[in-house]
């Protein structure tokens, strides 16, 4: 593989815009074609943000929640039209950058729903703006009990179009009866509160409330999801109900770089965590937790050479990582870090596992040097 300047690339992240065009056209198909705000927050998951976007619109996805102001924007510069919801508040000296760009903030308050009603006035707009509910995620939004005034106040500023309302789950994914219990209990706050504002007369756009997990596990309630995870192959949790079949989208390959045999007693890398009991071989690999192969993987986790498992051994240092191997691997062999290889598989799941966190991590925690590949119908189509 080669960047665009026709350098070699070692390490390089492929996309597969295909298997993200298949994942989105099951979701929309699992939520009767409801219309969908697709989470592309913290570089689409790592996937890279715009690459990602532009294939969602393909697929009649054309608005996207983003965490912060700049993500908004570099959206905005890239060209994406659609609805940006900023889905966590902006900060009040955000909010003349965020009616210049059009974007959508959730509003959570009175003083930043006025913030935004002055500046959008000021500059003879209208903002679409979302306001969220916390009906029990304990998070950002406004105390479900308390809402309905503080929506219809907001709603009744100039310059201010109500777009949407909604809310999120904290425990959607778990299948435990007392979280069930909780999600259901957090589905009929919603149900009630969007009943009271509509026969208050209120008109919302969009009602949203289902991530992932929700739109996976439970009822769907309103006109709009919210997913994220999901779209990008992988499933909330272990334990949630996999109602919608996906597959991966993204998978991280390396290089071997050196092979070296060590005699017993040789140590291994930093620290001296791995001291050889037997004659080993060894394969150096190109990536380290500079790329996003964890720290916490060093003698742990296995990556593939050949279609076989191979062991990390050592400490996975900053641009390099120690693997135990075999005679049958070569200097520059191909390493699938996450990805398949033959028969075998390694999934942002098992690194999530050997690392006790969740596959959101390990996919955000894919760095700023790894080179994305797209990747269309068998096909490299962008390399950035
Ligand atoms: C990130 C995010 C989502 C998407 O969550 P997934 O679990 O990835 O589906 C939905 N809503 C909000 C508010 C979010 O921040």
Same mark, same amino acid.
């Given at each position: 593989?080669?960047?665009?300047?026709?350098?070699?690339?070692?390490?390089?992240?492929?996309?597969?815009?295909?298997?993200?065009?298949?994942?989105?056209?099951?979701?929309?198909?699992?939520?009767?074609?409801?219309?969908?705000?697709?989470?592309?927050?913290?570089?689409?998951?790592?996937?890279?943000?715009?690459?990602?976007?532009?294939?969602?619109?393909?697929?009649?996805?054309?608005?996207?929640?983003?965490?912060?102001?700049?993500?908004?924007?570099?959206?905005?510069?890239?060209?994406?039209?659609?609805?940006?919801?900023?889905?966590?508040?902006?900060?009040?000296?955000?909010?003349?950058?965020?009616?210049?760009?059009?974007?959508?903030?959730?509003?959570?308050?009175?003083?930043?729903?006025?913030?935004?009603?002055?500046?959008?006035?000021?500059?003879?707009?209208?903002?679409?703006?979302?306001?969220?509910?916390?009906?029990?995620?304990?998070?950002?939004?406004?105390?479900?009990?308390?809402?309905?005034?503080?929506?219809?106040?907001?709603?009744?500023?100039?310059?201010?179009?109500?777009?949407?309302?909604?809310?999120?789950?904290?425990?959607?994914?778990?299948?435990?009866?007392?979280?069930?219990?909780?999600?259901?209990?957090?589905?009929?706050?919603?149900?009630?509160?969007?009943?009271?504002?509509?026969?208050?007369?209120?008109?919302?756009?969009?009602?949203?409330?289902?991530? +992932?997990? *929700?739109?996976?596990?439970?009822? &769907?309630?309103? %006109?709009? /999801? #919210?997913?994220? !995870?999901?779209?990008? =192959?992988?499933?909330?949790?272990?334990?949630?109900?996999?109602?919608?079949?996906?597959?991966?989208?993204?998978?991280?390959?390396?290089?071997?770089?050196?092979?070296?045999?060590?005699?017993?007693?040789? +140590?291994? *890398?930093?620290?001296?965590?791995? &001291?050889?009991? %037997?004659? /080993? #071989?060894?394969? !150096?690999?190109?990536? =380290?937790?500079?790329?996003?192969?964890?720290?916490?993987?060093?003698?742990?986790?296995?990556?593939?050479?050949?279609?076989?498992?191979?062991?990390?051994?050592?400490?996975?240092?900053?641009?390099?990582?120690?693997?135990?191997?075999?005679?049958?691997?070569?200097?520059?062999?191909?390493?699938?870090?996450?990805?398949?290889?033959?028969?075998?598989?390694?999934?942002?799941?098992?690194?999530?596992?050997?690392?006790?966190?969740?596959?959101?991590?390990?996919?955000?925690?894919?760095?700023?040097?790894?080179?994305?590949?797209?990747?269309?119908?068998?096909?490299?189509?962008?390399?950035?």
């Amino acid at each position: 593989m080669h960047d665009p300047r026709g350098h070699y690339l070692e390490t390089f992240c492929e996309v597969d815009l295909s298997a993200f065009g298949r994942n989105i056209e099951r979701i929309s198909e699992w939520v009767s074609g409801r219309d969908i705000i697709l989470a592309v927050k913290a570089n689409a998951y790592g996937h890279g943000v715009v690459p990602i976007c532009r294939e969602a619109a393909l697929h009649g996805v054309n608005r996207f929640g983003v965490a912060t102001l700049v993500e908004g924007i570099e959206l905005r510069d890239a060209g994406i039209e659609g609805e940006i919801i900023i889905l966590t508040p902006p900060t009040l000296e955000q909010v003349p950058s965020l009616v210049y760009h059009n974007l959508s903030p959730n509003v959570v308050n009175r003083q930043l729903a006025e913030a935004v009603s002055a500046e959008a006035v000021k500059a003879n707009k209208t903002i679409k703006i979302h306001i969220e509910v916390d009906t029990g995620m304990g998070r950002t939004g406004i105390i479900w009990f308390d809402a309905i005034g503080e929506i219809y106040a907001i709603s009744q500023l100039p310059g201010i179009a109500l777009e949407g309302v909604f809310s999120h789950f904290p425990v959607a994914d778990s299948t435990g009866k007392s979280d069930m219990e909780f999600t259901k209990m957090q589905l009929e706050r919603f149900s009630k509160l969007i009943k009271t504002l509509e026969r208050g007369g209120m008109r919302i756009p969009t009602i949203h409330i289902s991530n +992932s997990a *929700g739109l996976l596990a439970h009822p &769907i309630l309103g %006109n709009c /999801i #919210r997913p994220g !995870i999901l779209a990008y =192959g992988l499933y909330p949790s272990e334990e949630v109900r996999k109602s919608v079949e996906v597959e991966p989208v993204l998978s991280l390959r390396t290089r071997v770089v050196q092979l070296r045999d060590f005699d017993v007693g040789s +140590s291994i *890398g930093y620290g001296r965590t791995y &001291i050889a009991r %037997n004659p /080993i #071989r060894v394969a !150096i690999i190109r990536a =380290g937790y500079g790329d996003g192969l964890r720290r916490a993987l060093s003698n742990r986790g296995e990556v593939l050479i050949r279609g076989k498992r191979r062991p990390i051994i050592g400490r996975v240092s900053m641009d390099a990582t120690m693997v135990e191997t075999s005679s049958d691997v070569q200097l520059d062999d191909e390493v699938i870090i996450l990805g398949k290889q033959g028969a075998e598989k390694i999934t942002a799941d098992d690194h999530a596992k050997w690392t006790h966190t969740i596959n959101y991590e390990i996919l955000t925690g894919i760095s700023e040097r790894v080179r994305r590949v797209y990747v269309k119908n068998g096909e490299v189509i962008e390399v950035k």
